[in-house]
């Protein structure tokens, strides 16, 4: 009886054991690991381009103003272009037509019946056996015609493309959703290729640029979730957040000589558009974390100890 009471002790004792050596299905995190904190950032704008002429010419008309908001593929501006519509209203006539095509054709029909009917003649000593081979490099002249007229049509549809893609450079378009933030030209005035025409921003998105101490960049990896605060809380107290997801999407592979730290940036949503340029911001960053849902960063400032990199 004592055995048996001992044996069950000492399976008892190995059940504890054995569970408390196995890993805990944690519902939100599952590496508590320390997050990081990095102050002094800076907030920057990630789509902000100049729009540009791809040629020489007169502007016909620039769709905006300054402050004005124009969408993604919409035609921000264009150049006059009344000559090359009309070399396309003409390459396009062209390309459409088959008549040398069927112009080949026929006199091809007239080249073979001519030279049958010289076949027959010669089987009756009226034809000489010479004027058979003319009219034979007759018949095949007339056969590679029609090839040739097959060709040059095909090459005028080509042209039609190739007028299409000029007239495209006429036209200059947007490449993202965004106000106009700067007009360089208007109407009626001359522009050479590459001069800038408008200046396009969004602020749909912000880039955080900071620094980091070498010991913690090599924690840090592409699509790091991280949370942002604006650092001057007093100058954002209209905002309704005052924290915003994003993540990683750069870590440089060097350390600044002067700084002896590392920078990185940081993709940021701001379609409220409360991340002002050039405010100060500071991000709070979860190198080892796994949230239940990708890119979700429910949990609290007050959870975790901190490392702060100021």
């Known amino acids: 009886m004592y055995e048996r009471i001992t044996v069950w002790c000492l399976l008892l004792w190995i059940a504890n054991i054995v569970q408390a050596f196995e890993p805990r299905h944690d519902t939100e995190v599952k590496n508590t690991s320390t997050p990081i904190v990095v102050g002094d950032c800076r907030i920057k704008l990630m789509d902000r381009v100049v729009l540009a002429s791809d040629r020489v010419g007169i502007l016909d008309f620039v769709v905006a103003q300054e402050g004005d908001r124009i969408l993604k593929d919409q035609v921000a501006a264009r150049l006059k272009d009344s000559v090359i519509q009309a070399r396309l209203s003409a390459a396009r006539k062209e390309a459409a037509s088959d008549a040398n095509v069927r112009l080949a054709e026929k006199a091809y029909e007239f080249a073979v019946i001519q030279l049958q009917k ?19 490099v007759a018949a095949a ?35 993202f959703s965004g106000v106009v933030t700067r007009l360089f030209k208007q109407k009626g005035e001359a522009v050479n290729q590459g001069d800038p025409i408008l200046e396009l921003t969004s602020t749909r998105r912000v880039k955080v640029e900071g620094y980091v101490i ?17 650092k001057d809380a007093k100058e954002h107290q209209d905002d309704k957040r005052d924290e915003y997801p994003g993540r990683i999407q750069f870590v440089d592979v060097s350390i600044n000589p002067v700084t002896r730290k590392v920078r990185f940036w940081a993709e940021v949503g701001n379609s ?27 949990v609290g400032r007050a959870d975790l100890p901190m490392e702060t990199n100021r």
């Open 214 to 230: 070498p010991e913690d960049a090599w924690r840090i990896k592409k699509n790091t979730d991280v949370l942002v605060t604006i």
């Open 118 to 136: 010289s076949r027959q003649a010669f089987l009756d000593d009226a034809v000489t056996e010479l004027e058979i081979k003319r009219l034979e």
């Open 272 to 298: 409220e558009n409360s991340l002002k340029p050039g405010v100060e911001a500071e991000i709070m960053i979860y190198p080892d974390r796994e949230f239940r849902k990708p890119g979700s960063l429910n």
């Open 141 to 175: 002249q007339a056969k590679i015609e029609i090839e040739a007229a097959q060709m040059l049509r095909e090459l005028n549809q080509e042209t039609v493309k190739q007028v299409e893609a000029e007239l495209g450079t006429h036209v200059v378009h947007a490449p």
